[in-house]
């Protein structure tokens, strides 16, 4: 999985540095775009200028020097070159003079390229040498401009276009203007390059900044994780800081917090049980074993009630051990079901008369109301083992000159067990079902190994039936009921 | 030595019991954490086992109860109880020694014995005595050359005066080290057992009476003078 980190890194870099592109071509292409309109703006001034162009006073001695040129008639001499004189041997000397006349105010960085059409010539500035400007495709009233290299490979900018002027039968003179673009090259290469330094730059330091503020954003997560990895079994007991979380990641840390609680509390009881289960098994085991190497060891010592005793204590084990093979295979669902049509009063009788010896023998009344029009589906050896238990579990803890109350078919249960357990606080309930749990903490020698609820339970989430437990004025309540009771 | 039981399993207390006297030990017993602490703080115990689960007052409480009165007996932790936490607990309190049931019999007793030891600040199971050397671990006597055959109780008591050599033991010493609860303390038991003890270590090679009786003191064991 990858980390938020990386992710955030591998999302935002790479659009940083798409936008810093774009932002780099959208300024090369609006500078550019500008740069060459100043151009074409300049190119369109020279046209307009070289359209206006006003004739010499020397070369034209009948021209009133004061008259302006309107704005209408410019370039008049072209307008009035006789045609003869433009077709006439003589024109050479009369181009050299037009020529003259057109291109002296040009500056030197400004080419020009007249054709003044039907074989009239074109005329060209000096700085072309010999070259021409490539022509555009067509030629019209409206301006061109565009792009163009000279052979000697200096960059362009042109302007062409018809002057509107009528030449006789001629054609209207198409002109060509073109500007060095050199300079503008060179400004856009350094431009250009400034742009991939500067973007360059840019994307360093946002890179540095975004790890810097992921950092920095991502540390109580960090720590989080470098607390969460602290935790053990032996720290089940401390919390997560909710308070100096931050907001977005508070959710998660009352979570785990929960989370925690919960894992403490089944540690703790699997703890109780590990110790509970310990103190179970190795007592009897220790008993057993001390007697016999007792009886060894000093055969005089030995009594055939030790051989009793041991008896006893193996029968107790096995007991113990029994009932955790049977909830073990209950818990994992294992144990095969064999679902029959049964009437809980009967059962209930059969569980009642093993359970009356005991009974008796502790002075306790087993008070029973069996409604015996009860049936229901289920699987009649584990019913009979959750009732077993509860009778045997209420039996055993009701004291003396006491009754024990066991129902079926009354209230809301299919079958309950009442007994009187002063002894039982309301924070024991929620221990009851535990493995071996005894309220005895000190675990004194008795039949009983605290596994019998646990059974009852683990049976009736296999028969998916409910055991409930309430406490009603110190007397114990633990009912079977079914699921949607 | 006298030795108190606090164990809650009738059917291992019983066992226990019969095994330390068969070895020689008096020993009081009980199933009751609240009994044991009274015991304990009643008479002078050489060890006291403590089983950790109890009713009425857990294993622990017992040890803190007894340390927080100055009573330092050594206790021997005898528990179902086996993971570090609870030998940390229970050795934090106090504890001398944690056994995890279930356990040995003879790895008991040796434990029962050294925690004796520690108290009379033995380090070794040899006490000698002039020729008169007691092996307490093997649970053997020998005077000179010659090996001895004494009555449990007879070991117990020649240990006990061979532990406190040099010094005067008193009769109500002897009797709250030596002598369980059920001992008639009016009887003239001390001071039969002790003259059964003068006869028992004399050989025929050596018969120098190394146990001298103070008169209204006590008895003391030493080296016959020169």
Same mark, same amino acid.
């Given at each position: 999985m990858i980390s938020i980190r990386a992710r955030l890194l591998s999302t935002l870099l790479p659009a940083f540095v798409c936008i810093s592109i774009a932002a780099g071509f959208s300024i090369y292409f609006s500078t550019k775009a500008e740069y060459l309109a100043r151009l074409d703006t300049e190119l369109a001034n020279i046209a307009i200028d070289l359209r206006f162009i006003k004739p010499e006073a020397n070369r034209d001695p009948n021209r009133d020097p004061n008259r302006e040129a309107p704005r209408n008639q410019s370039n008049f001499r072209i307008r009035n070159m006789p045609q003869e004189r433009l077709n006439s041997s003589r024109l050479v000397g $009369?181009? #050299?003079?037009?020529?003259?006349?057109?291109?002296?105010?040009?500056?030197?960085?400004?080419?020009?390229?007249?054709?003044?059409g039907n074989r009239g010539g074109n005329l060209k500035t000096d700085n072309l040498a010999g070259g021409e400007i490539t022509r555009p495709d067509a030629f019209g009233n409206t301006a061109v401009f565009y792009n163009t290299t000279l052979e000697n490979g200096s960059p362009l900018r042109a302007w062409a276009a018809r002057f509107p002027i009528m030449m006789r039968?001629?054609?209207a003179p198409e002109v060509i203007l073109a500007v060095d673009r050199r300079e503008i090259d060179a400004a856009l290469v350094r431009l250009a390059r400034n742009l991939i330094g500067? $973007?360059? #730059?840019?994307?360093l330091l946002f890179s540095g900044l975004l790890i810097f503020t992921l950092r920095i954003s991502l540390r109580p997560l960090k720590i989080l994780g470098e607390q969460a990895a602290m935790m053990d079994a032996e720290s089940l007991h401390e919390r997560f800081s909710e308070q100096s979380a931050p907001a977005d990641i508070r959710p998660i840390v009352v979570r785990l917090n929960s989370l925690m609680a919960k894992l403490e509390e089944s540690f703790a009881r699997e703890r109780r049980f590990s110790g509970d289960l310990a103190h179970e098994l190795r007592t009897p085991l220790a008993a057993i074993r001390t007697t016999a190497e007792v009886a060894l060891k000093w055969p005089d010592q030995a009594s055939p009630d030790d051989f009793d005793e041991i008896h006893k204590l193996s029968s107790s084990l096995?007991?113990?051990?029994?009932?955790?093979?049977l909830l073990s295979r209950m818990e994992s669902s294992t144990a095969e079901q064999h679902i029959v049509t049964v009437h809980p009063a009967k059962l209930a009788e059969e569980c009642i008369a093993l359970h009356a010896g005991k009974a008796e023998e502790s002075r306790i009344q087993l008070h029973a109301e069996l409604n015996p029009s009860v049936s229901l589906d289920t699987d009649p050896r584990l019913l009979r083992i959750i009732m077993t238990n509860l009778i045997s579990n209420a039996v055993e803890y009701t004291a003396q000159n006491n009754t024990v109350k066991i129902l079926v078919g009354a209230e809301d249960a299919l079958f309950l067990c009442e007994n009187e357990a002063p002894d039982l606080q309301e924070?024991?309930?929620?221990h009851l079902f535990e493995r071996m749990w005894r309220k005895d903490t000190a675990r004194t020698e008795s039949n009983h190994a605290g596994m019998g609820l646990s059974i009852a339970k683990a049976c009736a989430n296999a028969l998916n039936l409910e055991l409930t437990v309430e406490l009603v004025n110190g007397r114990l309540r633990i009912a079977l009921k079914t699921q949607n009771t | 030595m006298r030795i108190l039981l606090v164990e809650d399993a009738v059917s291992l207390r019983k066992p226990v019991v019969k095994a330390l006297k068969?070895?020689?030990y008096a020993v009081d017993e009980t199933g009751d954490g609240e009994e044991g602490y009274w015991l304990a703080s009643e008479h002078e115990y050489d060890v006291i086992l403590l089983d950790i689960m109890l009713p009425g007052m857990d294993g622990h409480e017992i040890l803190k109860k007894l340390r927080a009165d100055g009573d330092e007996t050594p206790v021997l932790f005898l528990t179902a109880k086996d993971t570090i936490e609870d030998r940390v607990a229970g050795l934090r309190l106090g504890a001398d020694d944690y056994l995890v049931k279930s356990f040995a019999i003879e790895e008991l007793i040796a434990r029962v014995e050294a925690l004796g030891r520690r108290r009379y600040q033995k380090s070794t199971p040899v006490l000698k005595v002039g020729d008169l050397e007691l092996n307490s671990s093997a649970k053997k006597v020998i005077r000179g050359k010659t090996e001895l055959k004494l009555s449990a109780q007879l070991f117990t008591l020649l240990e006990f005066l061979m532990l406190r050599a040099g010094e005067v033991v008193t009769r109500a010493d002897i009797e709250e080290h030596i002598y369980d609860e059920q001992a008639d303390p009016m009887s003239n038991v001390i001071d039969t057992a002790v003259c059964a003890l003068r006869r028992a270590i004399k050989t025929p090679e050596s018969d120098a009476p190394l146990i001298h009786t103070r008169r209204g003191q006590g008895y003391i064991i030493s080296e016959p003078a020169e």
């Open positions: $009369g181009m #050299a003079q037009l020529k003259d006349t057109l291109f002296t105010n040009l500056s030197e960085n400004v080419y020009c390229e007249v054709w003044l039968e001629k054609q500067g $973007g360059l #730059a840019a994307c096995q007991q113990t051990l029994d009932s955790l093979l924070e024991d309930i929620n | 068969a070895s020689g």
